[in-house]
């Protein structure tokens, strides 16, 4: 396989590890938006959140709350965003599920931020009951 952060888990790739568990393992990003910016993977190979087991994902959760509350001590952030992406048209860069730990200061000038703008609110109800739709009739 051709994944980096599947060569990380096993060891062909060096990184700066934080965290492991049997389900997850925690590194610094080597492109980091601010210091402390860490990538929770999941060990187990899948693409998106589509795809990842949901006991893997439970695991990521819980193991970014734990990495998020050492970089609240190390760091003293005064924010932290928690960022994950699902497919190119989302920048999803590596193809391999991963949550994002971005600690965040006042003024640190890095965005992440968009303009709020209301939904239509007949299109909002539209959306909704085609995902409510899906959801009652058991497809996933």
């Avoid at 590890?17 to 990003?29: F, P, Q, S």
């Avoid at 601010?34 to 990538?39: M, P, Q, V």
């Avoid at 992406?85 to 992440?112: C, I, K, T, Y």
């Avoid at 539209?126 to 497809?139: D, F, K, P, W, Y």
Wanted: glycine share 8%; with cysteine.
């Amino acid at each position: 396989m051709d994944c980096v952060f599947c060569k990380i888990r096993d060891g062909v790739l060096p990184a700066t590890k934080v965290y492991e568990d049997d389900r997850v393992l925690a590194v610094l990003d080597i492109h980091p938006l601010n210091d402390g910016h860490t990538l929770v993977l999941t060990k187990a190979h899948a693409e998106t959140l589509w795809e990842a087991d949901p006991e893997d994902l439970a695991a990521a959760v819980r193991a970014a709350q734990v990495v998020a509350r050492a970089i609240r001590e190390a760091l003293k952030p005064d924010g932290l965003n928690v960022l994950q992406a699902n497919g190119r048209a989302a920048f999803q860069s590596v193809p391999h599920f991963h949550l994002h730990l971005v600690p965040r200061w006042e003024g640190d000038g890095r965005g992440l931020n968009w303009e709020l703008v209301p939904g239509q609110a007949d299109r909002i109800r539209t959306v909704g009951e085609q995902i409510r739709a899906h959801l009652q009739s058991g497809q996933e």
